[in-house]
T-cell receptor
Framework: GAVVSQHPSWVICKSGTSVKIECRSL??????MFWYRQFPKQSLMLMAT?????????EQGVEKDKFLINHASLTLSTLTVTSAHPEDSSFYIC?????????????FGPGTRLTVL | LAKTTQPISMDSYEGQEVNITCSHN???????ITWYQQFPSQGPRFIIQ???TKVTNEVASLFIPADRKSSTLSLPRVSLSDTAVYYC??????????????FGSGTRLQVQP
């Protein structure tokens, strides 16, 4: 299947610093990517929809000024957690749609573990 | 988006067939059913996708009755490595709006030796 990569796979940072997470579609173009967050023992929660060349759409309760999303190309979306705090520690996962002959499929990246000290 | 209901957890033994059923009573005409597998600290992995009747691939089968209000993921002869959380998602995957699929609570499958 299609491959979506994320970098880094894990990151530890100090409280108050910013962290950037990259999401790439490796063998296909993705005009739309999605960012999810997953806390331990919980399901994935959609944070925002990243649109190439336009502003991201954020879900209710997600601070757009704290979680900056940039989708500058058809294969790359970035999520920057600004002024990170311990409560931002979580597993961040991106996804992208691929187009099949008759149906589309959403593929997910391997995730990025963020730990804020 | 259609809401899904799955059992919270299931237990099985190696070599057995496992069937996980998902209810989606308000599935829309254009909605497809997609199943994902997730291991700890990994992103969800696509397993199978279907619209109606039966779909089979190299890892699983998906059974969808005529009313499409439920679906059953069938894993033949599970092994210890199939221990994971399985998510059933329902959504319009051909919608040009490309909306994200909504995750439910998933089913935690534990395979015993």
């Amino acid at each position: 299947g299609a491959v979506v990569s994320q970098h880094p796979s894990w990151v530890i940072c100090k409280s108050g610093t910013s962290v950037k997470i990259e999401c790439r579609s490796l063998d296909f173009q993705a005009t739309t990517m999605f960012w999810y967050r997953q806390f331990p023992k919980q399901s994935l929660m959609l944070m925002a929809t990243s649109n190439e060349g336009s502003k991201a759409t954020y879900e209710q309760g997600v601070e757009k000024d704290k979680f900056l999303i940039n989708h500058a190309s058809l294969t790359l979306s970035t999520l920057t957690v600004t002024s990170a705090h311990p409560e931002d520690s979580s597993f961040y996962i991106c996804s992208a749609w691929t187009s099949g002959s008759s149906t589309d499929t959403q593929y997910f990246g391997p995730g990025t573990r963020l730990t804020v000290l | 988006l259609a809401k899904t209901t799955q059992p919270i957890s299931m237990d099985s033994y190696e070599g057995q067939e496992v069937n996980i059923t998902c209810s989606h009573n308000n599935i829309a005409t254009n909605d497809y059913i997609t199943w994902y597998q997730q291991f700890p600290s990994q992103g969800p992995r696509f397993i199978i996708q279907g619209y109606k009747t039966k779909v089979t691939n190299e890892v699983a089968s998906l059974f969808i009755p005529a009313d499409r209000k439920s679906s059953t993921l069938s894993l033949p002869r599970v092994s210890l490595s199939d221990t994971a959380v399985y998510y059933c998602l329902v959504g319009d995957i051909v919608d040009t709006g490309r909306r994200a699929l909504t995750f439910g609570s998933g089913t935690r499958l534990q395979v015993q030796p």
